[in-house]
């Protein structure tokens, strides 16, 4: 990767990525992640086609660098119901378009690291989901040994909610994958903490109830055990589902 002097209070600035960006937008997908991406892909982010995308860039660089991408987020609109954590959202019956904004790539520079950028992109993201009356969430994935990108987007409250084994085939070698989703819009988990303790009060209740029958029915026999409960827990089920990456999937790289 060339070697990009960094002014010592650079002024980043966010935008939409564009056709003139195309060139470094490929070679730094190259430098920064260990697939090769398809033209398509590319195409496709700067034309906007089905992809939304943005890029940061540092105007206190002189006037010929002050545009060059420094740093990129693209993402996609997927529908709701014809999405693979369809069962970790809570959906309105009576909604149809409900859709998720899916992060496919995000990096940032070596040596624009640690400024908060990707951080500021990742908020660029949630702003733009929180703005679409339909959307219910974001989504990614994050490669199991990528602890950076793990810590930043606990830190900015995403939740992991599965892992799923040898999701990604690279190289020819399969590595696991933690799901990450942030809620917007009233978009939650189908049951939330809340529900999850009426569910289990209404259930130990009507269990007290039942046990309080038997002893009336039959107060004198000695009950020699309790009933047997079924656990009520929110451990949500892993999905072995593999991904080849060899165009699109969610990448990140800015540690």
């Known amino acids: 990767m060339v070697s990009i002097k960094v002014h010592r209070r650079p002024a980043i600035a966010y935008r939409p990525i564009q056709p003139s960006d195309l060139a470094i937008l490929e070679r730094t997908h190259g430098e920064l992640f260990p697939i090769r991406y398809e033209s398509e892909f590319f195409h496709n982010v700067v034309t906007g086609h089905e992809i939304v995308s943005w890029g ?56 624009y690291r640690n400024l908060g950028i990707a951080s500021s992109l990742i908020h660029e993201v949630i702003k733009y989901a929180s703005s679409l009356s339909s959307c219910r969430a974001v989504y990614l994935h994050v490669i199991s040994y990528n602890n950076p990108a793990i810590h930043l987007y606990k830190k900015m409250s995403f939740q992991c909610v599965r892992r799923l084994y040898n999701f990604y085939y690279i190289n020819g070698q399969h590595y696991d994958s933690y799901l990450f989703v942030y809620y917007v819009n009233g978009g939650r988990s189908p049951c939330s903490p809340l529900e999850l303790v009426t569910i289990f009060v209404t259930y130990a209740r009507s269990g007290f109830k039942s046990m309080a029958a038997k002893l009336w029915k039959n107060d004198e026999r000695k009950i020699s055990k309790w009933p047997k409960y079924k656990e009520s827990s929110y451990l949500l089920p892993t999905v072995q589902t593999k991904r080849i990456l060899t165009n699109e999937g969610s990448r990140c790289q800015f540690d």
């Open 56 to 111: 940061a860039v540092d105007q206190s660089r002189p006037d010929e660098l002050s545009d060059e991408l420094i740093g990129f987020v693209t993402v996609r609109i997927i529908p709701a119901k014809d999405s693979e954590i369809e069962d970790l959202l809570s959906f309105e019956a009576s909604r149809t378009d409900q859709t998720l904004v899916y992060i496919l790539t995000l990096g940032v520079v070596d040596s």
